[in-house]
């Protein structure tokens, strides 16, 4: 079961905790579905003899794409790659966007999950970050989304915010049940390298949620999951039965993906290669009918790393009889070994020939994984 993920790199404006790749040179967009066409042809045999499950259009702003331009590349990725008729198509949507007209000519094509990106239900909040919507904006767009049929819808929020308290966070997840969506992406912020939140925190303007509020925030997250009947299959991730991310579900279950786009990263077991993060160099190479991109091949270490990071992350954690056909019997009892003071702490837990984390050992998941994985100087 294999994926394509594709990066839609505009924004209107930039959130001030955002780091992905983006630009607001919006009016570039027909350069740049000309490309990732292009990309998918030259592409074509990377996932041979693979089906596509999944569509990803991350970003950025996909939804800044028209229904037109969204169906010349699902038309495209039709073409060329052998594609399930039942895949899973996510677009990833900014409130802002989401008129009555764009939802209905998106819902016309063969896109049937939107992930929301809300970030917060309070106007101070949605301000603090940039964003360009009110609250109400966003609790109208999903209700939109809903009243044209699609009800297979995930939003994002944004938890450990500065100066958020567990009452305001709590409102916002009431507000996630008062909306009735089947899946929810929460996210605790980090300060990443070079934006705004990250220059004003050194500058000492704003102020970092203690981590005691943040594992508080987490925990109450958590207890409401469970009192809502949301699975918390994923570090950040809750779905009803039924609507897990599947797109995601396969990147933690190892499965192979093309990443098309600047930026967009791709795996296929052996390697894994990452677009230049540059639309310009992305759409002139392209265009010259080279590939924009760089690649590793996965040493055994960084596989073993790999396969540590992206199952425990979810509920279904470490299948200890598939890491032993992957690493062999000594490595399995090494690493059961490494875990045996997290299990006796009730960080893990062994069940069913897996390992998982506790909710408790999902508090501390890197502390733990620093201790389970291979450091490249150890052999
Ligand atoms: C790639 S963004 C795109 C979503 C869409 N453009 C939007 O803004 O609604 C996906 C999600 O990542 C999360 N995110 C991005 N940067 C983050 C950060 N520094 N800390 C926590 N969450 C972040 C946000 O919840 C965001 O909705
Ligand atoms: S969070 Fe979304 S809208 Fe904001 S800058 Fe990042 S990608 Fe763009």
């Given amino acids: 079961m294999s994926g394509i993920y594709i990066h839609i790199p505009f924004c209107r404006t930039r959130c001030h905790y955002c780091d992905f790749y983006t630009t607001t040179q919006i009016k570039r967009k027909p350069e740049l579905v000309d490309a990732l066409i292009k990309e998918m042809e030259l592409r074509q045999l990377w996932l041979e003899g693979e089906t596509i499950k999944t569509i990803y259009f991350g970003g950025g702003t996909p939804s800044l794409l028209s229904a037109d331009e969204v169906s010349m590349i699902l038309d495209a990725a039709n073409n060329l790659f052998r594609l399930d008729s039942k895949s899973e198509i996510t677009i990833e949507a900014n409130p802002d966007d989401l008129s009555t007209k764009q939802i209905r000519l998106l819902a016309n094509t063969p896109v049937n999950r939107f992930s929301i990106g809300i970030q917060s239900f309070h106007n101070h909040q949605l301000q603090l970050m940039n964003r360009r919507h009110t609250a109400q904006e966003a609790v109208d767009s999903v209700k939109r989304v809903q009243d044209a049929g699609i009800h297979n819808i995930s939003v994002d929020l944004i938890y450990g915010l500065p100066e958020s308290n567990r009452t305001l966070w709590n409102q916002n997840l009431e507000q996630v049940s008062a909306l009735n969506v089947k899946h929810l992406s929460a996210y605790h912020l980090t300060y990443e390298k070079g934006t705004v939140f990250e220059v004003k925190s050194r500058q000492g303007k704003i102020f ?47 499965q192979k993906y093309i990443g098309l786009g ?19 160099v992305y759409v002139n190479t392209i265009q010259k009918g080279e590939l924009p991109q760089e690649s590793e091949t996965l040493s055994e270490k960084n596989k073993y790393n790999e396969f540590l990071i992206t199952s425990l992350r979810t509920r279904w954690g470490i299948k200890l009889d598939v890491f032993e056909r992957l690493f062999g019997s000594e490595e399995k009892e090494r690493l059961i070994q490494k875990a045996a003071p997290y299990i006796k702490q009730e960080k893990l ?27 490249p100087d150890e052999d």
């Fill in 349 to 375: 837990y062994l069940k069913d020939n897996s390992m998982i984390l506790t909710d408790e050992g999902v508090f501390l998941s890197d502390l733990v994984l620093s201790e389970l994985m291979v450091l």
């Fill in 262 to 280: 600047p930026s967009a990263h791709s795996y296929n077991i052996e390697t894994r290669s990452w677009n230049v993060s540059n639309l310009s």
């Fill in 208 to 254: 970092p949620c203690s981590e005691e509020e943040s594992i508080l925030q987490f925990k109450a997250l958590v207890n409401w999951a469970k009192e809502q009947d949301f699975i918390h299959y994923e570090i950040s991730n809750f779905g009803k039965k039924g609507f897990f991310s599947q797109h995601n579900t396969n990147y933690w279950m190892q």
